[in-house]
């Protein structure tokens, strides 16, 4: 699926990810890593978790409080990693940080997420739409993984 | 009835941002500094811009003298009874946990009590919550009237024989709301504690008078005041500063050096180590002398009819709702523009070109108090006009389309 630039379009998308976000909550169950990431000078606050089987991942959800870009990326983000595989959720995370550092728009990759890609133009906001992001990358690393079962508390 | 002579004294106000003209409303948090204070600074690193208090060349002893200058200029802008009672710091910040680790610490014992508030700025208040979890003593909360002021029967509702020492604001930074911090520090020594007054938010815009206050400390940054950042001031009584411990030890700060012990030189210059923020103290002296030759009856007026101005625009507006409206000494106005998260709304004031302050302002304590996880504060200063208010204004009402900003 891909899109034609179309602004009324985009808001929607937006404001509809903030107002229903998607897989938003926690779910208290074994077997999900919980990052936990702060943007202090702003007080967005935002936890993802993930779950992942043989190299999929199966379940993401998330939860936080913030302003709409935030919300909004964050919801995106659970929609379009879940059920991908390590590979491809990485894949799509890099691409979702070209596009808000405006280095190119992968309409494949990114679906509605692209909505955001206004963000390119306002650098304080970076940090709010890839907040989300950045917690998910810490849940399916390396590291976080080995650690699992616990939740983890980052300050960014 | 509004008095422009200042805007031109500040040569950042002929910047733009985002292309449009720069509007400045966040003063609280930094004040902009006049040409006079960057030409003061300036001379100095042209002209003398040799070390303090080490030499015995001509150029030394004027680095020396200007320095030393300024605190005989902070005595008297404060009333303290004498030059070695003004302590030089890096700030607020430096100049209360020199007190927390310095004074209040060695002296707290376990069961001890320490008096705090829930609208103190972050400065003067984890330092004290540190302090007291070190030495297993408690840390209480003077409760806050419906302005967000500390009255001194609510202080008296928290005193008890274990008090030992009081930390409270003079201006907070958020509500603004105006301490009787003269009641506060009577309130305070009937009980046989002592008192620090945090009067970062204060100084710009209230003339002080410490002994008159007859506060045991008072903080002051030179930043929020027209003078360059890196600077403050830590005013203590004497017999209080000369029963502190140094927080910093190294040159400059001693009295004779031994092998094995070191004596140290009395105060104030004892808190002085290394080679001091000398630019930045002589940079503060010509901002008190520019805060004077405006003089505080013309930056409250100043600041009270725009604040006055922008309230009566605002309360037009149904979708604000102010937090501190009858604060009439503030300087600030603390909102939120509902449906609208603060850093969304802030983006839109960004490319209006308006500088205001979005988010928990230092002051989550206070935040939780008015059950906000954050909040838009615009605050103003002598340089601001009733032009700045109505581009503020006219920023406020395109806030609730924050997604604008995404498609300009
Ligand atoms: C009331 C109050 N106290 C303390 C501070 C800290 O001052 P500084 O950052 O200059 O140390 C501030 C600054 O925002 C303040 O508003």
Redesign the pocket.
Known sequence: MSYSYDEQMFRQIIMDHYKTPRFKGLVEQPGFVTVHLKNPSCGDDMQVQTQVENGVITEVHHDGSGCSICCASASMMAQLVSGETIEQAQAKKQAFYDMVSGQGIDEELLDEAISLQGVAKLPPRIKCATLGWKAFEQTISKETVEQAEGVTIVTE | MYNTDWTKDFPILNQEMNGKAFVYLDS???SLTPEVVLEKMNEYYREYGVNVHRGVYAMGAKADGEFESVRDQVQKFIKASSREEIVFT???????NMVAFGYVLPKLQAGDEIVTSMS?????FVPWQVVAQKAGATLKFAPLDANGAVTPAALQSVMSEKTRFVAL?????VMSALNDVQALSRVTHEFGAEILI?????VPHLSIDVQAIDCDFY?F????MFGP?GV?VLYGKYACLQAMEPFEYGGAMIDQVQQFTTSYKDAPYRFESGTPMIAEVIGLGAAITYLEKIGYATIQTQIETLREYAIQQLEQLEQVEIYNPHNHEAATIAFNIKDVHSHDAVTVYDLEGVAIRAGH??AQPLLSEIHQGSILRMSLQVYNTKADIDRFIAATKKASDFLDVLFL
Do not use: F, P, Y
Request: net charge neutral; charged share 10%; proline share 0%.
């Open positions: 609280a948090a930094t890096r700030g607020t910040t430096t100049a209360i103190e700025h972050h400065a003067n604001n003079h201006m907070s930074n945090d009067g970062a938010q204060a903080a940054s030179g930043h929020k950042t403050g302002l230092c």
